[in-house]
């Protein structure tokens, strides 16, 4: 078990450009999950996959934001034409269903930083 | 839309005393799970302790146990024997157990601080 993994761990861009993250979940685990997390305020959900279907998404996932996970093992997050209030941390979590209390176990997030 | 509130922006304990965080939620499920995470600086979350809504008695591991008010929706942490280790953000978090629900509520977080 080597846990999820997230990369790139850094990125820093300019404004209006495009940035694609990646999360590979735990090896078993069908259900992926994002959230963002901002200075000094707890993660907020912004999309979770069961398999490779996208069941949920959070009306903070505006039009410029895209999640995939083909194949139904990593996902990829991408942000078209980059804001300065896209700046934040991205966490993945991934669980093994509902099972028990479904719980999540989260990567080492992606801070983005756009100037 | 269930919400969670963290009262508490920052606690400190000393070494070896015991500290409780406090968490409250609001929710008009009957059947949920109530979590504590640990993100301890520049690494990632890990789970404290979890709680079944249905289960009257409190959760325990190690040094920390939960206090959990089903009627008032208080769900507290309570770490025993603090060590310098446990210095932390400390975040509850609140799952639904019905239909597709599956994400995870968070609240704003208390920082914890262990002095020597």
């Known amino acids: 078990d080597t846990g999820v993994s997230q990369n790139p761990r850094h990125k820093i861009t300019k404004r209006g450009q495009n940035v694609t993250f990646r999360c590979d979940p735990i090896?078993?685990?069908?259900?992926l999950y994002w959230y963002r997390q901002t200075l000094g305020q707890g993660p907020e959900f912004l999309t979770y996959?069961?398999?490779?279907?996208?069941?949920?998404k959070s009306r903070l996932l505006s039009d410029r934001f895209s999640a995939e996970r083909p194949k139904g093992s990593f996902s990829t997050l991408e942000i078209q034409r980059t804001e300065q209030g896209d700046s934040a941390m991205y966490l993945c979590?991934?669980?093994?269903?509902?099972?028990?209390?479904?719980?999540?176990?989260f990567g080492p997030g992606t801070r983005l930083t756009v100037t | 839309a269930q919400t969670v509130t963290q009262s508490q922006p920052e606690m400190s304990v000393q070494e070896a005393e015991t500290v409780t965080l406090s968490c409250t939620y609001d929710?008009?499920?009957?059947?949920?799970?109530l979590f504590w995470y640990k993100q301890p600086p520049s690494r990632q979350m890990i789970l404290v302790i979890r709680?079944?809504?249905?289960?009257?008695q409190n959760a325990t591991e190690n040094r920390f146990s939960v206090n959990f008010q089903k009627a008032a929706k208080s769900f507290s942490l309570k770490i025993s024997d603090s060590q310098l280790g446990d210095a932390a953000m400390y975040f509850c978090?609140?799952?639904?157990?019905?239909?597709?629900?599956?994400?995870?509520?968070f609240g704003t977080g208390t920082r914890l601080q262990v002095t020597l």
């Open positions: 979590a991934s669980s093994l269903g509902l099972a028990g209390a479904g719980e999540q176990y």
């Open positions: 996959f069961q398999n490779e279907a996208q069941l949920e």
């Open positions: 929710t008009s499920e009957s059947d949920y799970y």
């Open positions: 090896s078993e685990h069908n259900r």
């Open positions: 709680q079944e809504a249905y289960k009257q």
């Open positions: 978090a609140y799952r639904g157990n019905t239909g597709t629900a599956s994400k995870l509520t």
